[in-house]
Every structure is written in C-alpha cells, then in structure tokens.
C-alpha cells in the first residue's frame, strides 16, 4: 500500500474530500429533477464512501511510521498562494495541502461515521419536505467543510473549512427561510463566528510574521520565535500601542498616557488570546456562545451533527492542533480552562429550567463544550479530545432522538415551539420504546453514570484539572527582560475542579429532569383514543406544517414511534455512547488506548505540562467526586420529577421567582449584549452615517457650492444690462488705458553668463535712453540716447547698482534703479549631472 | 399551489439512477483520460501526478459539459452552449497559464504594436459607431460587442508573456518633438491584470446594458466604447502626458452616461462626479507640467514627460511633498478615500446599471493604480513620509467607516457603494504598507473587487429592471420567486464578504498578513492590521444584512410575488464573473505569479530610497537626476531640443 501511496503523497485523501463535495454538487443543481430516492442514494453513497476511505487511511496511519513518532500522511492539492512573513519578510508560500495524522484521523472518523448516521436519521426526517435535495446539499458540503477544517494542512486550509462549516450552518439554521426568525439566526450564528474568525485572522498574521509558517510542522519548528527572538520583537507593545511614547501634540497633553511602565505581552500570549477567541466562537464558550441556543432553529438532524456532534467541537480540535502554542502560554491555557469552568456552570445553570427539549440539549452542548475547554485548558488534551469523541456519540443520540419524538408530536402539534415543549410531551417510553431506550442510554452516559463513556471521559478532565498546571518553558528568557512571568496559582486547578463537580451535578440534574418529564409519566400532548373514535381524515399529511390546527382535546391516534431510518441510527449510536469509555477507562487501568494513540501529537508538550507528585493516590477520591455528583443530580431530579410529581421544582420556582425569572431568560445576556455592544456599534453607525451625509459631504460639496454661488451673486451684481453704465464704465477704462501709454516705463531684462550681465531696456514709442552703468549715481551721458542696453562684468559676491531713465514721445521721463547682486558659488547653484545614459 | 406540485412530480418521473450513471460516465471519461495519460508520462511522475495530468487535460471537456447540463432548465440551448464556452474558455485559461505551463524559455517574441492596437480598437470602433444608422440599434449593439470581444482577442498574447519585474510590448514614438512628448506605451505585472480586468468587465457590461437601456442606444455605445479605449490607455500609458489625456477621456463618456441615462437625480450627481474628479485633475495636470520644467532645467534645456525620465529627479523634501500632494489628491479622490468619497454614492446611486459596473470595477482601480505607479514611483520619500498617516486614513475612514456607513443605508445601491469604500480600504492599506506580499494583494484586491462589485452592481441591475426602486425595504422574500438569482447573489455576497475559496478572502488576507509585516507605516503595522481584520466582521454584518432583508423571510409586497427570475441574458452576464470569483479564490498563484516580481521591484525601489534618504528630513538640496532604472524599457534617442525651445 504505501507504495502506491507515499506518506507524502497521499492521495486517497483527495477522496475522502472529493465524494462529499460531488454529492453536494450533484444534489445542489440536479437535485429537482433526481428525486428523493437519487438524492438520498447520491448523498449517502457520498458520505458512506467517504467513511470507508477515513477508516482505510486511518488503518494504513496505525501502520506507518515508528513507535512515538508524530507521522503524518500528507497530499498537496496545489499551491495556493504566498505571503510575506517570517522575521526576515521573506515570502511564505500556502499550499492547498492536506495532512492525517492520529488526532485528524480520529475526528475524520467521527465526522464521517457519525455523520453518515445522521444522513440516513435524516433520509426519513426530511422525507416530507419540500426542499429535500437542498437539505441534502447543504449536509453534504458541511461534511465536505468539515473535512476540509481536519484534513487542512496549515491554517489557512483549516480556515477554509473553518468558514466553510460556518456557512453551511448560516445555511442551514436558516433552511426554511421563510420565517424570518430563522434566517435571523443564521446570520446571528454567521456574526458571532466571524468576530471569532477575527481572531483567527489576527492569530494568522502573528503566527506567520513570527514563525515564518503557516502549517503545522513549520509553525511547530518556529513556534520558539514567539517566545525568543534576538531582540524583544516577541513582546508586542498593548499600550501605548506600537511601543514608543506619546508627545504633546498642539498643546493637548498627551504625554499623561504614558504609562509607568508599557504594557507589553508575549507574542506567544497574543496568539494564544486570539485563537481563544477564535475558538470560543465556533465552540459556543463566553462570550460569544449565544448563538448556539438560537441556531436550533434548524431542522433537528442539523442541530445533531453541526450544532453538537462535530462542528461546535471544531474549536477544541483547533486548541489541541495548536498545543505547541497554548503550551507556551500559561496564561492563556489559565484563560482557557477558567472560560470552560464558567461556560459550564452557566450554560448547565440555564439548562436547568428551560421546557424546550432542544434548548435544554443545547445548552448542555454548550456546558458540556466548557468541560472539553477545561481539558485542554489544564494541558489533559487527550482528556479533552477524549470528551469530543463521546460527546459526539451520546449528545448526537440525544438529539436524534428529540427528533424522533418532535416527528412523533407533529401529529397532532404542528406549532413548532409547542411540538418541542417538555410540558406537552410524558409518557412518551411507552410509545416509542426504542427512543426511550437510546435516550436513556444517551442520558446516563452524559451524565456520567459509572461504567459508561461520559463517566470516563469527564472524570478524567476533572481529575486532570486538579493535579494538572501548565509552567512557562520561557520563564528565564523572560525574567531576562525584566518581564512579569505568569504563574498557575495553586488553587485554581482545586477551584476549577469543584467548579465542574457542581456543573456536573447540574447536568445530571436537568438531564434526568428532561428524560423524566418526556418519557416518564401520562401523556399531556393530546387526548389519546380508540381506534373507533379517530375522524379520519387521509388528506392531511401529518407533517406538513402548514395543515390546520387541530383541537387536541379530540381524541386522536397515540405517538408513533419512527421509521427503522431513524431507529438503527439511535441504537448504533447508543451503543457507542454506552461502550466508547473503554477507549480510554482512566481510573481502572493503564493501558489507554486513545492516550497511547494521540501522544505523538502532544509529544511538544509535555515539558510545559507539570503534574502533581501525589496524582497516583488521588484517582479514585477525586473520581468519588464525579460519582456523588452524578449521584446526587440524578437523585433530585429524580425525587422532584418523578416522585414528588414536579411539586418541589414548582414550589422552589415560586419562592424564587426573580431568580426563575432570570434562569429562563438565559441570565439575560443576550440583553446585555444588545444594550451594552450591540446598540454601542448600531449608534456609532448611525453617527457615522449622518456625519457622512451633513459633515463630510457638507463641507466638502455643499459649502463650496454656496461659496462658488455667493461668488457668483456678487459678480452677478455689476451685470446690470443697463447699457449708458457700460458705456460710462469704458470711458474710465479708455481715460486708463490712456494714461498707461502717456507715461514712460522703465523696464529692463536681465541675462547672466560668468558674471558678464547684460540689462536690456523694454521698447516703447518714441522711447529713448540714458543709463548709470557704472553705479556712481550719475548718469554716463546728459543725453538720451538710443542705446538699449548695458553690459557689465561681475566678481563672485559683488553687487552694482544700476540706473536707467527713459524719456517717451511726449517728452515725460521716468527712472528706475535696478541692484544686480553676482550670488556666491554654491551647492544649490550648480546642477549636477549624474551618470546620464 | 395544485399544479405546482402536480408538475414537480413529473418532472422527478426520471428514473432515480440516471445522475449516478451520469457522474460514472463522466468518471469513466477521466479514467479514460487517465489511461492515455499513463501511456504519455514518463515511469518517473506517480500515480496520483498522471491523474492530476489527466483531469488537468480533460477538463476543458468534462467541465463545460457539466456546466451546460447543470443550467436551470428552462434555458434553452442558446443559454447552456454559452455558458459552457465561458467555462471552457475558463478552465482554458486556468490550464494554460497555471504556473509551470508558461514558456521558460521566457524567449516569446513581443510585438511592438500590440498596445495600441488594443486601445485603439475601441477608440477605432466608437468612431466607427458614429458612421452606422441610428435606426437599427441591433446592428450598433453588434458591432460593439465584436469590437470589445476583437479587444479582449488582442489582449490574450499578453497572458503568454511571464511578466518578471519589467516591462513588455514597449512602443516608445516620439510624438511632439518640441515638448519632450513620446507616445510611450507598455505593461508590467501590475498593469496587465488590470488591462485584462478592462477588456473583461466592459463587454460584460456593455452586454447587460443592452437589456435593460432603450434610448439612445448608437450614443450609449459610442460612450462605452470610447470609455473603454480611455481606461486601457490610461493603463498602459507610461508618458504623463499621454496618461492625463487618457485619464480626462475616460470622464466625459462617464459623465455622459451618468447624466443621459442615470436615474431621475442624475444631472447633479454626473456633476460631483465630475467636478469633484477634475479638481484632482488640474492639481495633477500643475504637477506634471512642473515635473517636465524642472526635467528640462535638470537635465539641460529637453522638456520630457516620460515616466522613466522623471523618475530620475532627485527632488528636495519641500518641492516632492507639495508635487506629491497634487498626484496623491488626484488619485485619491479617483479610488476614493475618505474624506473624498461622497461623490460615490451619489455616482452610483444615479448611473445605470452598466455605467455602475464600469465605474465600480474599473474606474476607481485608476485611483489605486495610480496611486500605485506615479506616487510610489515618482516620489517615494514623500509616499513613504504620508504613508503611515494615510494607512490611518484607510482603515479608519475606508475600512471600519465605510462599513459602518454601508450598514446604515436603505438605498442597496448607495450600500454597495459605501462596500466599495471599505474594499479599497484594503487595496490602498496594502499598497501604503508597500511589502511585497501587500502590494500584490492590493493588486489582486483591485481584480477582485471589480469582478465582485461588479457582480453585484450587474445583480442588484437585474432586481431593479423588474422592480425599479432601490429600497432594501420593497424587497423580501425573493428567495422563494426567484431561487436562482438569489443563489448568484449569494455567492457574490460571500465573496465580498471574503470567505475562503472565493477571490475576496485571498487579496484580504494577503493584505492583512503582509501589512503586518511592514515596516513603511511606523509602528502602527499592528494596529492597522488588526484593525482590517474588524472590517472583516463588518463586512459580513452589512451585506448579510441585505441579503436576510432582500432574499429571505415572507414575501410583503404583493409585486414581488410574480417575478421572473434571471433571463437569459442576465445570466450570460453574470456567468463569467461568478466563474472568476472561484478560479481567483483557488488558484490566485495563476495571478500572483505575474504580480510578484513587479511587487517586489516596487519594495525594493522604495527600500532603497529610504535608505538612502532617510524621512522625514530626507533630502534638502538642489534638484538632481539620478541614472535611469535599470529595468526601464531602453529610451528613444533623445532628440536633441530644438533650437527655438528656450526656457
């Protein structure tokens, strides 16, 4: 095999890209006149082949290359283009390239496998809709984009996809965009990744300005350039901005903003910040996560493989490809793991209370992101990658099966948001078995029930953060330029693990909470009745959401369960969610697998990453931890919803209302964005806008239009018409005129070469001359004369004063006195030729 | 409701396993090609290299087949079989000038007339327009269209020319003996992809104007033809008097058409725009005539406006900053830069939809060419002194202002005129940062901002023929009536909005990284690029703003619920630009390659000069000639001044 395929030509990745692309093509302009059964053949046969080839490359990838050794399987597409960078300004080339190695390998998988489930979950959820083709499209250029994000071999390619799944999700949480809301939140979600893809850009010319690269293993090679150049270019200058100091400009007293001493950060920390920010984003973490919630407006099998599944975690896979710069920045690992540790305590606090199934999922989404942030944050990135794998198997069950039981509710509920609300639902396990099951399984797993995967995966980030602390490998460069080092405060590791212990407990609370009020109890949807007692009514597709509403106080057919499309992909991906733990099961042995397998890629890492002395015997007690969390959510959900039928939750909201209040309006940050950035930058729009049109334009085209016409008004003035004024006028102008060519004029031109000058006096009628050549203040001759001009020679520096008098027809005379002044030699005199061709 | 559905289900009675076969018969076609390969390529090149070969070979097939096959189907053959030339021309092009394909013998032979018979075709047949009947508008049209495609068939030899740091098709005449004037015409790296966008941009225009303009239609073309001929000499032109006839030229067939066929506020604004571009005009025109005093008084009594001449003055600080005020004033008001800018709205809003097009995408890239070739050639201290303050200008005022500006506007012409503003931000950021990489993304920013403004302009002219108003507020919903118009104007927004893959992303980030390596601007490198990358988030608020507002929600108005989506015509139109959008978005190596080393003369020139001078306090003292560059075109023997010119 590796013959035919080199490491460093690798093309089967070019089929890996290639299939989902031509089923996004295909679908999106043949997609009308195919028909669902092509379309639905074309987009799986894409993914499900695209599958096939990750898992064979991934197989040739365990079989290549030694034992630890970061290897990658690489192909390069063409060359893309170039830019300058480097410290020298030299031209960096950015090749269309595309590489595998251990970590892209597994995401690719999880991409493609999981998202080949979603496809067929989705050839049976979309079958009603009109617009299936386009749907399919869209899915399958989100995969194509997706893979492009994992595959890119340099960050520019990655960003390529990284704009590509964001469009494709602008794309599809507006997918019916006749309801304006849900195009609204497309570009809210659009919006909010582009202030991260900002970052992004930033992070990119850092990146590439200090290591002279764009892709992985240059920037890793240069990556020390951020820390340690020749002089201190690696620190860049915050404030004053650029380095330097202000001076007084016209008076202003500037120089009051100097500071003490300048605020300077490492350019590694700059890098850092920025691909944090970049990363928070697209992985839905403060602040920018609020479009999240909003983008389930999404068809559901959308919300389950972009919204949960594999592009929300597209920004842990960016901090893990990028460890070696995190790695240099203790700072902003800190940042990090404390941005994850409050993301997961808020969103899971908001998750809560919420009634909307897919809200709730969403936000622990968005709570179960921030403990992956923890992760990598700490330094544990396998533990954090770890929870990208198993989030993505039980968060995607989870959501196909909220699928599965709006399908079920759109019936008889045709309004969207009621279809979707907990309170109409209950009792639906008894209908819908399989759903229940999967859901169950999901549950339990997310919530970390000992034994399967989330429990894994989430104690080890815990336990992680706790014994963990990233140091700065720099530290002494540092210190060398009398700069602060950052260090990990010791009880922030402690801080952040209790943190997650209550975001747990949260999440094992409104999970169970969520289970309990959709599967558990009496139905409250609708009245359930007698075949004998349904008025049929055949016409109607129940799925069409523009049908009338029904009164549900009719008795009508009970919740069906889904067609086996929908079903096989639940039980395959509850299996995976129950069983994926024993990929790396941290506390009960050592043999991880999944560490094992990903080490090579934080081999960079390591010396920047310390671990507690005592680790080895605080396993289990900090795992007891995780385990009374789990315990303790699960048991008072359990006791307020199933035992105390909701009365206690009822009771606690009603003695706290402004609280309650608060939860299911998300802490109203949403509110706080509109009044605090949003209407910032709407009012200095507007400001902008009207200075425009009244103050820019004003000046420069409407005052110098009144000027140039207040001009021509008082011009206008004198234009009478009245024709004895004109005349009267051109009397004075002759009587002038007259009196120009009575009187004489002296006037003299004057030529130079070497110092000989020669005056020559101007003509005029009946002119004659007499002159001073000599400068001793009488004239050469009492007589005028005809001679009309005068030479005289000059040494350098020596200055003569000359007289002329003129007498003209009428016999007036009239003098002048001209000062010829030989400059001395100079630099400026002389004009210099230089090497004329 | 009925009948739309009952058609949808016959319309998908083709059997479902008809698209798989298609797409096998087009991979058994590559394979096929694959195999021929096999027996061409030597056992050296690989597998996956014979394959690339192979596809590289097919392509111009196998593509615009697909391309004829995926047109709507309601278009006949008329519509498929020219779009599938364009995408054939197209893949054509990508194949033959991908880097490594032209000719390294470099030994091609240039023709010294090529130049002229490319600006002169139009100016030839815009006289030629003059001589046929009035009456019969369709044979006018004809023979602009074949006059503009014989330009653009004159213009193909220059792409087989690798352009290096030089000039090329240099044709040098003497022409007024007495005033130092030569005919000098030639083209480099930078001029050419602007000539090319030219004779590109203007057929396309003039082809979508043909639809929707129904007067005057012998005056129209005459105006477009006249333009056209204008603005490539005015690139190509290397004498300053010779570029500031061309570049007065292309005013007054603009002014024209603003004026006669502009929309209902059209004589005041084909005024500012007039008005406000000739102010710069005579600074310029002061300028220039001293530039070739002083020459005279250099270099011994011969006046000359050619460029090379004057760029061996060596002037003192206080006279190069006043000359350079006057060129940069003139330039900047052309791109325009704030606070120059409101004439461009106004232009716009009033110019029908193909004087918009034009003006867009090829008469402000005057500015920035200018800007480009005559400030940082002929004065580069005093460019290099202005440029820090100027970058300012550019991404406060042109980025983040003209963004902010274009999101408030109601009027969707007014707010792609203001998009305008911001996208020439990044173009004039690139070239005062003046490194190698940003002066290529300024150049490569230039094309793309042409074609995609241009695309957008030639959209927005389609809604307006159906609706005639300009209001984002009258729209709405048009997703729904007109889906294949609103996918185009989708894919023209994402490319000015910049996304990767299409052409905007590449000379935007081209322009941000290299800006931040520049060491031109003083310290505030960091701060301008950063500040560019919040354009970037500005950008796609303004522009999804309108698509959102344009294209998505219910339809309101009961107008809009019977519109016809994109003609024939309009698609035509619209086809090359969008093809263009993705072939810079993926292979921009195909442009940059003749940009780079013409980029990097730039950067060294400027390098140079700093250091031999350094700003502020660079240079006081008298008036001198440097040696000519090494890499101008030889010189004409310089007649000897006549015996009557004194000075």
């Known amino acids: ?837 | 409701m009925a009948t739309q559905t009952s058609q949808s289900i016959e319309q998908s009675q083709r059997p479902p396993w008809v698209a798989p076969l298609a797409v096998l018969i087009v991979a058994g076609a590559v394979l096929v090609g694959l195999l021929f390969a096999f027996h061409q390529v030597d056992a050296a090149v690989g597998l996956v290299q014979s394959l690339v070969i192979a596809i590289g070979e097919a392509s111009p097939i196998i593509v615009p087949a697909a391309v004829a096959w995926a047109v709507p189907k309601h278009h006949g053959v008329r519509v498929r079989a020219v779009l599938a030339i364009f995408a054939g021309l197209a893949m054509l092009f990508l194949t033959q000038t991908l880097p490594g394909t032209i000719g390294a013998d470099g030994q091609t032979h240039e023709s010294g007339h090529l130049l002229s018979w490319l600006l002169g075709l139009p100016l030839a047949g815009a006289i030629g327009v003059l001589f046929l009947p009035r009456q019969a508008p369709r044979t006018v049209q004809l023979f602009t269209m074949l006059v503009m495609f014989a330009s653009l068939g004159v213009a193909l030899p220059l792409l087989g020319v690798h352009m290096g740091a030089t000039y090329h098709f240099n044709q040098d005449v003497l022409w007024m003996p007495r005033f130092g004037i030569h005919y000098h015409v030639a083209i480099d790296g930078i001029s050419l992809w602007l000539v090319m966008l030219t004779v590109f941009i203007v057929p396309i225009a003039a082809y979508v104007s043909f639809g929707s303009i129904k007067t005057r239609m012998k005056d129209w073309c005459f105006a477009l033809l006249l333009l056209e001929g204008a603005m490539i000499g005015a690139f190509v032109a290397l004498d300053l008097f010779v570029f500031y006839i061309f570049w007065e030229l292309m005013l007054v067939p603009m002014y024209v058409m603003i004026g006669v066929w502009g929309g209902t506020d059209r004589i005041r604004s084909a005024i500012k725009f007039f008005l406000y571009t000739m102010t710069g005009s005579m600074l310029m025109l002061g300028a220039i005539l001293y530039l070739a005093y002083t020459y005279a008084k250099a270099s011994g009594g011969q006046l000359s406006f050619d460029y090379f001449d004057l760029q061996r003055l060596v002037l003192p600080q206080h006279v190069q900053t006043w000359l350079f005020a006057a060129f940069a004033l003139s330039f900047l008001i052309k791109v325009p830069m704030w606070p120059l800018h409101t004439w461009l709205p106004d232009a716009h809003t009033e110019a029908p939809t193909g004087g918009s097009i034009i003006l867009a995408a090829v008469m402000l890239k005057l500015g920035t060419y200018g800007y480009l070739r005559f400030c940082l050639g002929l004065f580069p201290e005093a460019s290099a002194w202005a440029a820090a303050m100027l970058a300012g200008v550019a991404v406060l005022g042109g980025i983040i202002y003209g963004a902010l500006c274009a999101w408030k506007q109601d009027d969707v012409k007014r707010l792609i005129a203001y998009s305008s503003v911001a996208h020439l931000g990044y173009v004039m950021l690139g070239i005062f940062a003046c490194t190698q990489g940003s002066i290529e993304g300024a150049v490569l920013q230039m094309v793309n901002h042409g074609i995609s403004t241009g695309a957008l302009f030639l959209l927005f002219g389609v809604i307006y023929d159906r609706r005639h108003t300009r209001q984002q507020e009258e729209f709405g919903g048009l997703a729904k009536v007109m889906p294949v118009y609103a996918a185009l104007f989708v894919i023209v927004t994402l490319a000015s909005v910049g996304l990767p893959t299409t052409n905007g992303f590449i000379g935007e980030f081209m322009i941000i990284t290299s800006t931040f390596a520049s060491t031109k601007i003083g310290k505030f490198n960091g701060i301008d690029a950063t500040g560019a990358a919040i354009g970037v988030i500005l950008g796609a608020v303004y522009m999804l703003g309108v698509v959102q507002a344009m294209f998505f929600g219910p339809i309101k108005k009961k107008e809009n619920e019977k519109l016809e989506d994109i003609n024939s015509r309009e698609l035509i139109a619209v086809a090359p630009l969008v093809i263009m959008i993705f072939v810079i978005g993926l292979f921009p190596n195909v442009f940059l390659t003749q940009i780079k080393d013409a980029a990097q003369r730039i950067d060294d020139d400027m390098t140079s000069h700093l250091e031999a001078h350094h700003a502020p306090d660079y240079y006081e003292g008298a008036i001198k000639l440097a040696p000519r560059s090494s890499l101008a075109p030889r010189a004409l023997p310089s007649a000897p001044p006549p015996a009557d010119a004194r000075l």
């Open chain 1, 1 to 837: 095999m590796s013959s035919i395929f080199p490491a460093e030509d690798y093309s089967p990745i070019a089929l890996i890209l290639l299939l989902p692309l031509l089923g996004a093509f295909v679908n999106g302009i043949w997609g009308h006149r195919l028909g669902k059964p092509a379309v639905k053949l074309m987009a799986l046969a894409a993914v499900g082949g695209s599958f096939l080839v990750c898992v064979a490359t991934v197989v040739q990838l365990a079989f290549t290359g030694g034992e630890h050794e970061h290897h990658r399987l690489a192909w390069t597409a063409w060359e893309w283009m170039h830019t300058t960078g480097g410290l020298q300004r030299s031209s960096v080339p950015i090749d269309m390239r595309f590489s595998v190695d251990t970590l892209s390998g597994t995401m690719m998988l999880i991409v493609t496998g999981v998202g080949f489930l979603i496809h067929v979950y989705s050839t049976a959820y979309m079958a009603h809709d009109k617009s299936f083709a386009r749907f399919f499209c869209y899915l399958n250029l989100f995969i194509f984009a997706m893979l492009v994000l994992i595959l890119g071999d340099n960050l520019p390619v990655l960003f390529v996809g990284w704009e590509g799944v964001g469009l494709c999700s602008y794309l599809l949480i507006g997918f019916w965009y006749e309801h304006l809301p849900n195009a609204a939140a497309g570009k809210k979600a659009f919006i909010a990744n582009r202030i991260g893809d900002f970052g992004l850009i930033v992070a990119m010319f850092l990146l590439v300005h200090y290591t002279g690269a764009l892709d992985w293993v240059g920037m890793q090679s240069g990556a020390h350039s951020l820390m340690d150049t020749p002089a201190d270019a690696f620190q860049i200058h915050i404030w004053p901005p650029g380095g330097g100091t202000y001076p007084d400009i016209a008076g202003l007293p500037l120089h009051v903003l100097n500071p003490a001493k300048p605020f300077t950060i490492t350019a590694a920390t700059a890098v850092g910040l920025m691909l944090l920010l970049g990363c928070t984003g697209k992985s839905a973490q403060i602040p920018l996560y609020v479009w999240l919630p909003d983008a389930m407006a999404g068809p559901t099998p959308v919300s389950a493989l972009i919204h949960a599944a594999t592009m929300v975690t597209a920004g842990v896979y960016l901090v893990c490809r990028m460890s070696f710069v995190f790695a240099l920045s203790p700072f902003v690992m800190a940042c990090i793991a404390v941005i994850g540790a409050l993301t997961a305590l808020l969103a899971a606090s908001i998750a809560l209370v919420q009634n909307d199934i897919k809200k709730i999922l969403a936000y622990s989404t968005v709570s179960q992101l921030g403990f992956m942030f923890i992760g990598v944050g700490v330094g544990a990135f396998t533990a954090g990658f770890f929870h990208v794998i198993t989030h993505a198997f039980f968060k995607a069950c989870l959501f196909l099966c909220a699928g599965s039981v709006i399908h079920a509710m759109h019936a008889r509920i045709h309004d969207g948001d009621a279809a979707q609300d907990i309170r109409n639902m209950g009792g639906l396990g008894k209908y819908m078995r399989i759903t229940r099951w999967t859901f169950l399984v999901s549950t339990l797993a997310i919530i970390g029930c000992p034994g399967l995967s989330g429990f894994f995966s989430k104690d080890e980030i815990l336990f992680r953060a706790y014994v963990n602390h990233p140091v700065n490998p720099f530290a002494q460069r540092l210190a060398a330029f009398h700069q602060d080092v950052w260090v990990w405060p010791t009880w922030l590791g402690p801080a952040i693990y209790f943190a997650g212990l209550i975001a747990a407990a949260m999440t094992a609370f409104y999970m169970v909470r969520c289970y309990i009020l959709t599967f558990e109890g009496e139905f409250r949807g609708w009245t359930i009745g007698r075949p004998s007692m349904f008025k049929s009514n055949p016409d109607i597709d129940p799925h069409d959401p523009d049908a009338h509403h029904e009164d549900l106080k009719e008795p009508g057919r009970p919740p069906h369960e889904s067609p086996h499309a929908m079903t096989y992909p639940l039980i395959i991906l509850a299996t995976f969610a129950a069983f994926a733990g024993l990929l790396n099961p941290a506390p009960l042995t050592k043999h991880l697998p999944i560490e094992h397998w990903l080490e090579p890629v934080f081999e960079s890492t390591k010396d920047s990453i310390i671990t507690r002395p005592d680790a080895d015997h605080l396993t289990w007690s900090l795992a007891l931890g995780g385990i009374a969390a789990f315990a303790i959510g699960t048991w008072l959900a359990y006791w307020m919803y199933m035992q105390s039928q909701g009365e206690p939750a009822r009771r606690l909201a009603a003695s706290q209302p402004a609280l309650h209040r608060l939860l299911l309006d998300k802490w109203r940050v949403d509110e706080l964005y509109d009044w605090a950035v949003i209407s910032l930058v709407d009012a200095l729009a507007d400001t902008f806008a009207w200075f425009d049109e009244w103050v820019v334009d004003g000046l420069l085209a409407k005052v110098t239009s009144v000027v140039v016409a207040a001009l021509g008004n008082i011009l206008r003035v004198f234009q009478t018409g009245v024709v004895h004024g004109y005349a009267a006028l051109m009397v004075v102008g002759m009587a002038c005129l007259g009196w120009f060519f009575v009187a004489p004029h002296p006037a003299t031109s004057m030529t130079e070469s070497n110092g000989d000058y020669t005056l020559t006096a101007g003509p005029g009628i009946g002119y004659q001359y007499r002159w001073d050549a000599d400068g001793n203040g009488t004239f050469d001759s009492d007589k005028f004369g005809d001679q009309t001009s005068v030479k005289l020679h000059l040494d350098a520096g020596a200055s003569k004063t000359v007289q002329l008098e003129v007498k003209n027809a009428f016999g007036l005379t009239r003098s002048t006195k001209i000062v010829v002044k030989r400059p001395e030699p100079s630099a400026s005199a002389q004009l210099v030729e230089v090497g004329q061709n």
